[in-house]
């Protein structure tokens, strides 16, 4: 059985980089925008389709599940239809780091080490996103934390409906990292050391 990492992360807390960085150090697959690029190759839907719908707009209103048929589906569960299929199919291919999108809960039968990043220092978000993203630097601190919510409640909202779980609860996964007090090299380091002992 393939060995497969799964991140989930508040935005601007590191996540994806610990996610990289961790891949890189193992020699595995990573899949982040990779899989939006692959969803589109199997499911017809245009990139810029499958980004709007696919952490977000959530339609309200359908009795949805990871099994089920396109048929009167929102376009929100159809990506997240896609997705899933393509989560599964990647996790087959070999060992892996997947970032975000529900991939902990779609893969929660296999030997799946789930990770979740965040960082209760918001000034020190802000700051990462600065630095990431120099056009942001036209944004008000104020408006950049109103933005970190925004993106937060919208991940939290889009975990909660697809998988019937609390994005943010502990339980939920194997490690939780605060960033605000470990660094990012650190963070990879602990992961390491706990996938090299399970």
Same mark, same amino acid.
Request: with cysteine.
């Given at each position: 059985m393939n060995n +497969? +990492?799964? $991140?989930?992360?508040?935005?601007?807390?590191?996540? !994806?980089? $610990?996610?990289? %960085?961790?891949? /890189?150090?193992?020699?595995?697959?990573?899949?982040?925008?990779? +899989? #939006?690029?692959?969803?589109?190759?199997?499911?017809?839907?245009?990139?810029?389709? #499958?980004?709007?719908?696919?952490?977000?707009? $959530?339609?309200?209103?359908?009795?949805? =599940?990871?099994?089920? =048929?396109?048929?009167?589906l929102s376009p929100s569960d159809q990506v997240q239809i896609a997705q899933a299929k393509v989560i599964r199919e990647l996790s087959t291919k070999g060992d892996c780091v997947i970032v975000g999108r529900c991939a902990d809960y779609i893969l929660k039968d296999s030997n799946n080490f789930k990770v979740f990043i965040y960082s209760s220092d918001m000034?020190? %978000?802000?700051? !990462?996103?600065? /630095?990431?993203?120099?056009?942001?630097?036209?944004?008000?601190?104020?408006?950049?934390? *109103?933005?970190? *919510?925004? #993106? /937060?409640?919208? !991940?939290?909202?889009?975990?909660?409906?697809?998988t019937g779980q609390d994005w943010e609860d502990m339980t939920n996964y194997n490690l939780c990292i605060d960033t605000s007090v470990v660094s990012i090299k650190q963070a990879v380091a602990t992961i390491l050391a706990c996938c090299n002992n399970k």
């Amino acid at each position: 059985m393939n060995n +497969i +990492i799964t $991140i989930s992360r508040q935005f601007s807390s590191g996540g !994806r980089e $610990i996610g990289k %960085r961790l891949a /890189d150090s193992l020699l595995y697959a990573y899949y982040d925008a990779e +899989i #939006i690029k692959k969803v589109a190759e199997e499911s017809g839907f245009c990139e810029s389709y #499958i980004e709007k719908y696919s952490e977000a707009n $959530i339609t309200r209103g359908y009795n949805y =599940t990871f099994g089920q =048929t396109f048929s009167t589906l929102s376009p929100s569960d159809q990506v997240q239809i896609a997705q899933a299929k393509v989560i599964r199919e990647l996790s087959t291919k070999g060992d892996c780091v997947i970032v975000g999108r529900c991939a902990d809960y779609i893969l929660k039968d296999s030997n799946n080490f789930k990770v979740f990043i965040y960082s209760s220092d918001m000034e020190q %978000r802000i700051k !990462r996103c600065y /630095d990431k993203v120099p056009a942001d630097k036209n944004k008000t601190e104020k408006e950049m934390q *109103k933005m970190i *919510k925004s #993106i /937060d409640k919208t !991940r939290s909202k889009n975990y909660n409906y697809y998988t019937g779980q609390d994005w943010e609860d502990m339980t939920n996964y194997n490690l939780c990292i605060d960033t605000s007090v470990v660094s990012i090299k650190q963070a990879v380091a602990t992961i390491l050391a706990c996938c090299n002992n399970k």
